[in-house]
């Protein structure tokens, strides 16, 4: 599988999709390919967008993980997850994200993998220029990071209650309880700014 780009579009997904967890070719397990780029063209971006602010910003770990959530997409039996696929990919990622940090945290910093910025402003940038949306942003980096990431999960990903929950390992309750508690804060601080 190749790695998501704008000038490639979507992962090919086909060869990886013909095969079951044990490998089998064309089981009932496995996903359609139809499915599979479906599937890819409505949760990629979102989920590059999860990824990428959970890495700090780090646009090609972002990939690196989606494309590894895909790629697990692929191998999981279609029939214990496909009625929960959202929250499976997000799940999945989340987990990928962790595993990167703390992979990342473990070894000494090498200078070569030092990113530098594209000069170029992208889409997120050009929107980011907006004063309401730049104040928004900071307001929303003022919380925890729990809330920060269930009212993600909740605006940006559209994901229900239980599902945030599924997805972060709370209970359905004190996922209310951290979007309500996000929600006042923002609408406090947003209040009272200039």
């Known amino acids: 599988m190749s790695t998501p780009d704008a000038a490639t579009g979507p992962p090919d ?3 990886a999709a013909n095969h079951d967890a ?7 397990a496995s996903w359609p390919d139809d499915v599979l780029t479906d599937l890819v063209g409505t949760h990629e971006r979102a989920l590059l967008a999860y990824a990428q602010r959970m890495l700090g910003g780090d646009w090609q770990g972002a990939q ?6 895909f790629l697990r997409l692929c191998r999981e039996d279609r029939r214990k ?9 997000y799940s999945v990622c989340r987990t990928r994200v ?9 070894r000494p910093m090498d200078t070569s993998e030092v990113m530098v910025a594209d000069p170029r402003p992208d889409a997120s940038t050009a929107a ?6 730049s104040q928004l942003a ?3 980096e003022r919380l925890t990071p729990r809330q920060q990431e269930v009212i993600r999960l909740r605006l940006q990903a559209g994901l229900s209650y239980r599902e945030i929950a599924e997805v972060t390992g709370l209970t359905v309750s004190n996922v209310g309880f951290h979007l309500h508690a996000a929600v006042r804060s923002l609408k406090d601080s947003l209040a009272v700014s200039p």
Do not use: F
Not at 22 to 28: C, E, L, V
Not at 64 to 69: H, I, K, L, N, P
């Open 13 to 15: 997904v086909s060869a």
């Open 98 to 106: 962790i595993d990167m940090q703390r992979t990342k945290r473990a």
């Open 138 to 140: 900071l307001e929303v």
């Open 81 to 89: 997850i496909e009625h929960r696929v959202v929250p499976w990919l």
């Open 64 to 69: 690196d993980a989606v494309q590894e959530t």
């Open 22 to 28: 044990h490998g089998r070719h064309g089981s009932d």
């Open 128 to 133: 980011a220029d907006d004063e309401e949306q």
